[in-house]
């Protein structure tokens, strides 16, 4: 059943019935759950989910399917796996084997099949331009589907679609839901994939959010030179209002967040990020990413160097006579041995240049601080041998194990590196359960490029809860907007904040109504051929524009008091 309303209403007819808040993500929903709070509407039983998070309520958090939930990076390493074993060199798509974006292409076109209720390894084969590809893309989602079963793992495809089974089973005799309400955004039911609506349907009786009035907002237009002027603009603006935590940004282009959030630390404004603070930011990142440029251009030793001045590496616990190594009489040390390339010329160089400093202490007459400096290199070179130990060597290809290179790098992160340093406990944090992930997961065997290049891949792809405080104080680890607090998200989640002045930046050809690509893996014709066919609704690239505007739409739909679009 279908109803329209809004949200104090349905609170106060059903106190004590379970309702639901369902968004793309649950903070949006929360966001509006404490605004309720805030206006005084009786909140008892209210909750909010997205539609993944609803599958896990029904599943339950015990079920293997949830604790098996597989993340995209991992499902993307299986597929790297898979295809390097499945794709013979006479395949079609044999030279993209070690491609990672042929690899999400297949996770993308595997996720829409079973989010269409299709079984994307039963695809008939009269609906592909090209029997060869049709074989190929149907053994290559059997064996995806077979290994996620023997390692009892499931995609957030699987998972929402054992959890509408679960539903349809649960449903009383008469054909009626359980007892909860589910509080659903106007038009988000038609964007949404057949599966994920039949869930919401058999999940609980559904009431559509009215849309906020429009006489509630008003609409101003810029436009902007430079997207770095563009944020500059909003970030005055906002600053001449009546305070920070008045204001909202929303961000239309999601590579603008890292350039959002360096500016914000420039000028030192107060600022809540969601979904979070881009990781490669942070110094333990930066510390990853040298040590990988370093393993991936045979050890070049310029690569250690900028490591020690814009990583987190840590001295404290290597010493000789009391005097413990440190980052720039290491970077010196490392600039004065001329080591250049070769990993075996690491600890011979520093060696020779740690025997020059012994032969001039032996001799001088008095101490000119060279003995200190001795000492010093003494404990560099102990720090500089820890690392090549959990280094993992190449084997006769010249590859190495991405478990192998995931262990050396937690030994970084964990053993190696301080945390002294605003966010950086979090940052590294982040990092070892990013390589925990990787031990855990499926194992490749690549170039030291190719897995360097993997791993700043998915750094990339992390955010991470981080509001900076007062100096001195610790950071808050929050995503949500916070008092005294300019707030900064995402379109997706953005606009659920309620206040008064919103600026909506990144407007442009590329995001409304949004240019798009065919996935390469199933064409728009082959969709439209399925679709016909079997009545499903596949997505198709075209479709992609309007469907972008209808969730600018929504996001609109949710804003108050003034609204600021600049392109």
Not at 277 to 285: Q, R
């Amino acid at each position: 059943m279908q109803r329209t309303g809004d949200i104090a209403t349905v609170c106060r007819e059903h106190l004590f019935t379970e309702k639901i808040i369902i968004t793309a993500h649950a903070g949006g929903g929360r966001q509006l759950r404490e605004r309720c709070m805030l206006d005084g509407t009786p909140w008892l039983n209210l909750h909010a989910l997205s539609v993944e998070g609803l599958a896990r309520r029904i599943l339950g958090e015990r079920h293997p399917y949830c604790r098996g939930r597989l993340t995209e990076g991992e499902a993307l390493r299986m597929l790297g796996e898979i295809c390097a074993t499945e794709l013979d060199p006479t395949s079609r798509y044999a030279p993209m084997r070690g491609n990672r974006g042929f690899h999400r292409a297949l996770l993308h076109e595997f996720e829409e099949c079973r989010l269409a209720a299709l079984d994307p390894a039963a695809l008939p084969l009269r609906h592909f331009g090209d029997a060869a590809k049709a074989k190929d893309v149907r053994r290559l989602a059997a064996a995806f589907a077979g290994s996620c079963r023997r390692r009892g793992q499931a995609t957030r495809a699987e998972l929402i679609t054992e959890a509408l089974r679960t539903a349809g089973e649960r449903m009383s005799p008469e054909g009626m839901s359980c007892e909860r309400i589910l509080l659903v955004e106007s038009g988000v039911l038609a964007l949404l994939p057949a599966v994920e609506r039949r869930l919401l349907e058999e999940s609980g009786d559904i009431v559509v959010l009215a849309p906020a009035d429009d006489t509630l907002r008003q609409l101003h237009f810029r436009r902007a030179q430079r997207v770095e002027w563009e944020i500059r603009a909003a970030f005055r603006a906002a600053a001449a209002g009546t305070g920070w935590e008045d204001a909202e940004i929303v961000l239309l282009r999601e590579d603008m967040l890292p350039l959002v959030y360096e500016l914000s630390r420039q000028l030192d404004i107060p600022s809540t990020f969601d979904p979070g603070v881009p990781l490669h930011y942070s110094k333990a990142a930066r510390t990853v990413t040298a040590y990988l440029r370093w393993i991936s251009t045979d050890f070049h030793t310029a690569h250690l160097v900028r490591m020690m001045y814009d990583g987190v590496p840590d001295f404290s616990q290597w010493k000789s006579s009391g005097v413990r190594g440190g980052r720039l009489s290491c970077a010196a040390m490392l600039r004065e041995t001329a080591i250049g390339r070769g990993r075996e010329r690491c600890l011979l160089r520093v060696d020779a240049r740690i025997r020059e400093l012994e032969e001039r202490v032996a001799s001088a007459d008095t101490d000119d601080g060279t003995e200190k400096q001795l000492h010093e290199y003494r404990a560099n070179r102990a720090w500089i041998a820890r690392l090549l130990e959990t280094t993992p060597a190449t084997d006769g290809q010249g590859c190495l194990s991405l478990h192998a290179v995931a262990e050396g790098l937690r030994v970084l992160v964990t053993e190696m590196s301080r945390d002294k340093f605003p966010g950086e406990q979090q940052a590294l944090e982040e990092m070892a359960a990013l390589f925990e992930e990787y031990r855990r997961g499926v194992d490749l065997r690549a170039d030291p490029a190719a897995i360097a290049g993997i791993i700043n891949e998915d750094i990339h792809g992390i955010t991470f809860p981080l509001v900076l405080q007062e100096p001195g104080t610790e950071p808050l680890r929050v995503t949500t907007p916070q008092p005294g607090h300019l707030h900064i998200s995402l379109a997706t989640r953005g606009g659920y904040s309620g206040r008064e002045r919103t600026f909506i930046l990144g407007a442009g050809a590329e995001t409304l109504p949004r240019s798009t690509a065919q996935n390469p893996v199933l064409l728009d014709d082959e969709r439209r051929s399925i679709n016909d066919a079997a009545e499903s609704d596949l997505p198709l690239a075209e479709e992609q524009p309007s469907r972008s505007v209808r969730a600018f739409e929504g996001l609109l739909g949710r804003l108050r008091g003034e609204v600021y679009l600049s392109w």
